[in-house]
């Protein structure tokens, strides 16, 4: 079977799009990408790909569950995915904390939900602002229903000298350090919280870029971690990184815990990062997206209906839900083979807590 990373075939789709415009997804070209793929890692990654596939969850499913009384966090809140989560949830009923780094952009972001959403300060990337947003919280809420380990970045901070990787306040690779080791830390201090709901919910938004990530998997020591090279594989590392934090989490709550952890990926989404200067994508591919994404990608909405799912079903009407991966809309795939490390799994964890001095 050809072997290559999803994010190689996004490219070569948005590619032969751009040469034959729409004759692609009328050939059925989209469809059959994720058969040439070990594991099906593009299945689902733009809605092309399901053409004639039934999705496994939609809106309407959706709306008919109310969350009063329940409680949710989002980080990274104020836009994308994290934004579209929020609206959501408040829209059934819950009460969302919305944390974001930027409490200008946070509190904007909260005035355009119709529902109840509070705002909190939160850079995952620096610990002493996630110790400082778990303190806020622990005195604000009773219980915590729902966390959505939604806030990241794609971009690796300026590399050093020796081309190894920049690092965040902590002394810790940047990207791991936003996407993973701020999540974790703050699990670590709501954990009585999440313990305190009837069933607890927790969603980490990963990225089919999992599949790719370095020979080793994620890196489980400091040195490992900091000295690695840049590009797309950090990222990878970071979002493969949370797949195995939801089965670690998982085998160790066991079969009859009410915590249930799930990692999904939302797909190739519509959002602002496309266009942003900094990404990983040459210029004229950036561009060409910006341009085309509502063309082909999914919404922010669809890319946050899998999360929502996972959210408002996994242990109430459904406790099969545990420990799995996603793609769009709301079907279970069988994640990269360092998943099935379960001795990857349990280093990844015990380097995380060393990390946050557990």
Not at 45 to 74: E, N, S
Not at 315 to 342: C, E, N, T
Request: with cysteine; aromatic share 10%.
């Amino acid at each position: 079977m050809f072997r290559c990373g999803a994010a190689t075939v996004l490219l070569l789709a948005i590619t032969v799009g751009l040469i034959m415009s729409g004759v692609p997804r009328r050939l059925g070209f989209y469809t059959v990408l994720p058969t040439l793929l070990e594991g099906n890692e593009a299945y689902g990654i733009v809605p092309a790909t399901l053409d004639g596939a039934t999705w496994g969850y939609t809106f309407a499913d959706f709306r008919k569950v109310r969350l009063d009384g329940q409680v949710a966090l989002v980080t990274g809140a104020n836009a994308g995915i994290g934004f579209s989560l929020s609206k959501h949830l408040a829209g059934q009923g819950a009460v969302v904390y919305m944390a974001c780094r930027n409490d200008a952009k946070c509190a904007a972001a909260s005035a355009r939900i119709e529902g109840h959403t509070e705002t909190v300060t939160l850079d995952t990337s620096v610990q002493a602002s996630v110790r400082a947003c778990a303190k806020d919280l622990i005195a604000r809420i009773d219980k915590l229903d729902m966390f959505f380990m939604n806030a990241g970045t794609a971009n690796p901070a300026p590399t050093n000298e020796d081309g190894s990787l920049g690092t965040s306040a902590d002394g810790i690779e940047h990207v791991f350090a936003t996407n993973h080791v701020g999540h974790h830390l703050l699990y670590r201090l709501l954990s009585e919280k999440i313990a305190a709901a009837p069933v607890a919910r927790i969603v980490l938004t990963s990225s089919a870029a999992h599949y790719d990530s370095y020979p080793y998997g994620v890196a489980t020591n400091l040195e490992q971690l900091n000295s690695a090279k840049g590009g797309f594989l950090p990222y990878a590392q970071s979002k493969l990184a949370q797949v195995l934090w939801a089965q670690e989490l998982t085998r160790r709550s066991g079969d009859d815990a009410s915590v249930f952890a799930n990692a999904f990926h939302p797909g190739a989404v519509a959002t602002e990062i496309w266009g942003k200067g900094d990404n990983l994508l040459p210029l004229f591919v950036r561009n060409f997206i910006e341009r085309n994404m509502n063309a082909f990608m999914w919404s922010c909405d669809e890319g946050a209906l899998t999360g929502l799912y996972l959210g408002v079903h996994a242990g109430l009407s459904d406790r099969s839900i545990r420990g799995m991966y996603f793609h769009p809309q709301s079907h279970v795939q069988k994640p990269a083979k360092h998943a099935f490390d379960l001795s990857l799994q349990k280093r990844v964890w015990l380097f995380l807590d060393e990390l946050i001095g557990v």
